[in-house]
């Protein structure tokens, strides 16, 4: 199966798809790291919610690591845009690069429509 980064929204209902693949963003995970390093944007692992698996878990959503984190479509919008416009422009930066930016391309359409709800996302993964 693999390992997958999904988009969540704190809207149940947004009216739209919110589904992308994710699993060639987990396959380039480490190298996205780095690029996010060198672009100075937030690591993808900064962006994901463990609050679900958490409390699926049993672990106190009090825990630090059990938090709910919440991010403005702004926000995801800006480091989707910086990996994906450092990714074209670099083709050796990761290996499968166009599934990644096909991914993006996704993720941006999902974040596009949660900023006209005006709606929050996070990462989650599925492991």
């Known amino acids: 199966?693999?390992?997958?980064?999904?988009?969540?929204?704190?809207?149940?209902?947004?009216?739209?798809?919110?589904?992308?693949?994710?699993?060639?963003?987990?396959?380039?995970?480490?190298?996205?790291?780095?690029?996010?390093?060198?672009?100075?944007?937030?690591?993808?692992?900064?962006?994901?919610?463990?609050a679900a698996a958490a409390k699926?878990?049993?672990?106190?959503?009090?825990?630090?690591?059990?938090k709910e984190k919440w991010f403005s479509a702004d926000e995801g919008l800006e480091w989707v845009r910086a990996l994906y416009e450092y990714i074209d422009t670099h083709p050796r930066s990761l290996k499968n690069r166009a599934l990644t930016l096909e991914e993006l391309d996704e993720y941006e359409i999902v974040l596009t429509n949660a900023k006209r709800i005006k709606a929050k996302w996070h990462f989650e993964m599925d492991i």
């Open 1 to 50: 199966m693999g390992v997958a980064f999904f988009i969540v929204l704190n809207k149940k209902r947004p009216g739209f798809d919110t589904f992308v693949n994710g699993k060639a963003i987990a396959q380039e995970a480490e190298a996205i790291s780095k690029i996010a390093k060198r672009l100075k944007i937030e690591d993808i692992y900064d962006l994901v919610s463990h």
């Open 56 to 66: 699926e878990l049993g672990i106190d959503p009090k825990a630090e690591g059990a």
